[in-house]
Each structure stands twice: as structure tokens, then as C-alpha cells.
């Protein structure tokens, strides 16, 4: 049997078809099954995947930020803002104004005690709605505010 050393481009092409159609796919399978798939390409100690930050869950306490460091933050930020401004030709900004603004905005009532607001106006709905349709199926109304305050027990409760 006599092997050609040169290949017509009919062959050239049915050479490369049958390597990407056959070879390449079996050669990746078997690269899969053996060393774990792509779920660890990039992995190792170094990986980034590993450094990804926790995700905040919205329980326990707060970190608490000084307050004197917010407020140096805060100006220095608007300060560059204003600088920026006045690159552009336009007028700068009132850093203090704009400062005492925004950090009597912060100084509202956030963190859990807003959220129980909110939560407890969420839940206040929520009864008001079921007492309506109960309502409207024939049974007696149930007292808002105890029922309220029941549904915040159960929740709080199974958390």
C-alpha cells in the first residue's frame, strides 16, 4: 500500500472537517469527564473567584462610621466636584452648604428602625387587604392592629 505524500485540497479539506467535526469535540468530552470540566479553569489559590465579597444579609448590627471621618469624606468628594465644575467653566459649588445638605440627609433614622417602619407598614397593608377580602367572603373583619402585630411575631419569629 502506497501512502501520497501530497494531499489534493479536496483532501486537505476533508482532513480538516473530520478533525473539527469528529476529533475536536470526542478530544473535549474526554478532557471533561477526566479533569472536572470548566468549573475549575481559573481556579487555584490565587483566584479571584474566591475573593468574592459576602453578600450583606440585613441582620445584625450595623458597622457604625465616625462621623467626623463621613463628613472629611464627604467634603473632600464635593470639593473635587467643584473642582471639576470650574474645569468645565462652570460655577462652582458651595462645599459647606452642600456639605451640612447632604449630611443632614444621612442623619435621618435608617438601619433597623426605618426598616421596622417600613416593615411594619408592609405587613399593616397586607392585613388590611386580607380583612377586605374577608370582608367581602362573609366572615367578620379582624382587628388591623392585632393582627399586625401577630403577623410581625410569626415573621420575627421564624427568622
Sequence with gaps: MDLPIA???LQKGMVVLGFTGIAAPLIGL??????GGWETMG????AILNERPRKPTGFGPEQSIDPAIQAA???QMLAAKSHRREMRGEAPLDVEAEAKRLLAASERPR??????AELRAEV?????AR???RMREGPEPLDVEAETE????????SS
Design 7 to 9: 494531499m489534493t485540497a
Design 30 to 35: 474526554l478532557l471533561k469527564r477526566v479533569s
Design 43 to 46: 481556579g487555584g489559590p490565587f
Design 73 to 75: 469624606e464627604v467634603r
Design 111 to 116: 438601619g433597623a428602625e426605618a426598616m421596622d
Design 124 to 128: 399593616r397593608q397586607l392585613v388590611v
Design 131 to 133: 380583612n377586605e377580602r
Design 150 to 157: 401577630k403577623q410581625l411575631a410569626d415573621l420575627i419569629g
